[in-house]
């Protein structure tokens, strides 16, 4: 779900209030899905190991999908190879 919101992502838009979350939701970090009280703590948070790693984790290959898994379970449709003269 997170890779395909950095796909949308466009920084033009200022993000919605909402008081139930940390600083109203405006200091929110799309990688890691978190949200913060104020800027400085949410620059701490980018400047993190843990924020950095999960940067380059979504930076690599997309995510497996559904289809990916049914066909390495072999449910999906079959692959019987080349077929072979008779």
């Not at 701490?44 to 790693?53: A, E, G």
């Not at 049914?70 to 449910?75: R, S, T, V």
């Amino acid at each position: 779900m997170i890779h395909s919101e950095l796909r949308k992502m466009d920084d033009s838009n200022p993000l919605p209030l909402d008081e139930d979350l940390p600083g109203m939701g405006q200091y929110y970090c799309l990688h890691c899905d978190r949200y913060f009280s104020n800027v400085s703590i949410r620059d701490d948070h980018f400047r993190s190991k843990r924020h950095k790693k999960r940067v380059k984790q979504m930076d690599g290959p997309a995510p497996h999908t559904q289809l990916d898994a049914e066909l390495a379970a072999g449910m999906g449709p079959p692959d019987n190879g080349p077929k072979l003269m008779s």
